[in-house]
């Protein structure tokens, strides 16, 4: 059974790096065809995808960040990390993690972690 498990800060300052980690279990970010991600949720938003690192190490973000954002992986403690920098309140969102097959198009989602809540506040 795969579990994802997302950790991190409760708060964030304004124009502060917000980071949280998805820790995964029951399967390797290393093994094809999946896609690990970070997807949020904003209070009274919808799911928005925010960026994914493919099995072989490859990046995919939204534009919608523009370069605001990073994601990268530790094989060796089979992890994934999401960086936002120079957040702001409306980067306060329930962060979530996801496994994506990505030898279907559109990516088909299959696991999720419990999700993360971040507050961006002074």
């Known amino acids: 059974q795969v579990q994802l498990q997302e950790s991190g800060p409760d708060l964030v300052s304004p124009s502060q790096t917000l980071s949280v980690t998805c820790t995964v279990s029951?399967?390797?970010?290393?093994?094809?065809?999946?896609?690990w991600n970070w997807v949020r949720q904003s209070p009274g938003k919808g799911l928005e995808w925010m960026a994914a690192?493919?099995?072989?190490?490859?990046?995919y973000y939204d534009t919608s960040f523009k370069g605001r954002i990073s994601i990268s992986g530790e094989a060796s403690k089979n992890r994934f990390t999401l960086k936002l920098t120079s957040v702001t309140p409306e980067d306060t969102a329930l962060y979530y993690c996801?496994?994506?097959?990505?030898?279907?198009?559109?990516?088909?989602?299959?696991?999720w972690g419990q999700g993360t809540w971040v507050t961006v506040s002074s």
């Open positions: 996801a496994r994506a097959r990505g030898d279907y198009a559109p990516w088909r989602f299959e696991y």
């Open positions: 029951g399967d390797s970010i290393t093994t094809a065809p999946y896609y």
């Open positions: 690192i493919s099995h072989s190490g490859s990046t």
